[in-house]
């Protein structure tokens, strides 16, 4: 074990930073998974931030997270606390800017090995990093094409450089409206503005009745497939 390493202060960065619901979609996770990481002290406090009741962490947290409750009934919980606590250690062994970039999961260094040798057993989380790697980059495509203007929309979440919230084009689609309709309504609108506002709805959840389609476009209206027939006598 390292139980110095639990108890090491390293400043970060703001941004290093991201909510429970942005730590849980990175991780594949429930909020409530990602919480029991810090309830249970099962990562070191400088991978945390918490004011009052609002907690924060590193993005590479959901990582650790989603290793430790996936090997839950295949490695002892020491076992899962040694293979966190030696990572950590060598994340922490790592330049100060490098190793930001890790926390962030902004990049991987080719040279940072994942893996722990334990008596019989030799346990790799390279696949978790990558996935939460992969997460972290949707999450960030997702911040390019969706922008918060107090200006715009009254601050609802809109697609960058139109006026258009997102959860007008979640809400239609979910409602049945096709991908043709909506994108004559709104030529910009690709799969990738799609995936994006998922995304961000996922990580940004809102509270309240989304609004639909035809309540910000109310010249549109929804086909009915629905047949009347005669009444028989």
Known sequence: ??????????????????????????GRLTDRQINRIVDEH????????????????????AAFARFYIDMENTLAAG????????????????????????????????????SVTMPNVVVDIAPYVADAYTRAKEIDRADSLVAIDPETMSGAPSFAGTRVPIEVVLASLDEGVSMERLKASYPFLTDAH???????????????????????????RERSSKVVR????
Request: contains cysteine; charged residues 25%.
């Open 1 to 26: 074990m390292f139980p110095n390493i639990r108890n090491i202060y390293f400043p970060m960065r703001a941004q290093t930073f991201i909510s429970t619901a942005e730590a849980a979609f990175v």
């Open 42 to 61: 099962l990562v070191p406090p400088w991978l945390l931030s918490q004011t009052g009741n609002s907690r924060s962490f590193a993005r590479l947290t």
């Open 79 to 114: 076992a899962r606390r040694y293979v966190v606590d030696t990572l950590c250690k060598r994340v922490s062994d790592l330049e100060l800017d490098q190793r930001q970039v890790v926390l962030r999961l902004a990049d991987l260094p080719k040279n940072l090995d994942w």
């Open 194 to 220: 799609v995936e994006a506002a998922r995304t961000y709805a996922a990580v940004h959840p809102r509270r309240g009745r989304p609004r639909k389609l035809m309540e910000h476009h109310p010249t549109l």
């Open 230 to 233: 005669p009444t028989r006598r």
